[in-house]
């Protein structure tokens, strides 16, 4: 059987939002969720995807000539692309004279991802800062992340993972041991609705997270706020309470629905999920910040 490398889409640096002070943030790319309010897109597909982005196209059809699948024709004044043909040799995009097409994600060894790791060590030796690896879902790809873990911990460096928390109990457990702060994904306390919104329900989620907050890992909670879809106040509640009946949980980040990513959808070529609806107003985001403090958390509104 032949070793695939592990799989990412990105990575950031100088991050300000992936946990505590400055950051690189590693990507890996799939998840088994599908959010409906999903801002990364690029990192649902657990496999590499290729792009067309129209606008840039010049007709030059080189990449209709150098494809060797036929997966490529000129119709009228774009490129088509035949998905069952395509063998995602990547031929199109290296060939390509104004980067018309263009892969999403990418494969990676541990070496080359630690090697982009320790250039943004100076940021991190001044600020406390460190990595954080988020995706798509992280702990999909458990044994690639613990590897990079555990390098990352014997350069002395912080980290976090970002996780939905939707992955079996003994893995969870198994990247705590080598992880310095999680920051765990809580979207609905109704599991019927939290199937509704993401494609899964929330059991296993829920105790994840008991289990984690008996570990000595320290757990940051992450809420997306979405109107419509999780701001009410019986969900507000029924996770202020259920954080607060944990005793070890004190911080939770509010992350106000944005919708910034059609572009992304579009390029995707997929359908465009972003709805101004799910935005909320100041006095809806205010009002969820003081029902979670009055449960005893302290709540940080992400901008």
């Not at 090697?115 to 879902?137: A, H, L, M, Y």
């Not at 079996?168 to 609905?188: C, N, R, W, Y």
């Not at 997929?270 to 403090?293: A, M, N, V």
Request: aromatic letters at 6%.
């Amino acid at each position: 059987m032949i070793h695939r490398l592990p799989l990412f889409f990105d990575i950031k640096r100088y991050a300000l939002h992936d946990g505590p002070n400055i950051r690189t943030t590693v990507f890996f790319k799939g998840c088994p969720l599908r959010c409906i309010w999903c801002h990364n897109p690029e990192g649902i597909s657990c496999e590499i995807e290729v792009v067309t982005v129209q606008e840039r196209c010049i007709g030059c059809q080189e990449c209709v000539d150098g494809c060797p699948e036929e997966a490529l024709r000129w119709d009228s004044d774009a490129i088509i692309r035949n998905d069952q043909r395509c063998s995602l040799c990547l031929n199109c995009v290296e060939i390509c004279p104004t980067l018309a097409h263009e892969a999403v994600g990418y494969r990676a060894s541990t070496d080359e991802i630690i090697g982009e790791i320790v250039k943004d060590r100076p940021f991190f030796d001044q600020s406390g800062g460190g990595v954080t690896f988020s995706g798509g879902e992280p702990l999909a790809q458990a044994g690639p992340l613990i590897e990079l873990l555990k390098r990352c911990g014997e350069l002395e460096m912080h980290r976090s993972v970002d996780t939905s928390g939707h992955v079996e109990t003994s893995t969870l457990l198994e990247v705590a041991s080598h992880t310095d702060l999680f920051l765990f994904d809580l979207k609905h306390m109704d599991s019927k609705l939290h199937e509704k919104f993401t494609g899964v329900g929330n059991e296993l989620i829920l105790a994840n997270l008991k289990t984690l907050s008996k570990n000595v890992t320290r757990v940051r909670i992450r809420f997306p706020l979405v109107a419509t879809v999780n701001d009410s106040e019986e969900n507000i509640e029924a996770m202020g309470r259920f954080l607060s009946d944990l005793g070890t949980i004190e911080h939770v980040d509010l992350l106000a629905y944005h919708d910034l990513a059609g572009s992304k959808y579009k390029k995707l070529g997929q359908p465009d999920l972003t709805d101004k609806d799910y935005s909320l107003g100041s006095e809806s985001i205010s009002r969820t910040k003081r029902l979670l403090e009055a449960h005893g958390l302290t709540v940080h509104l992400e901008k």
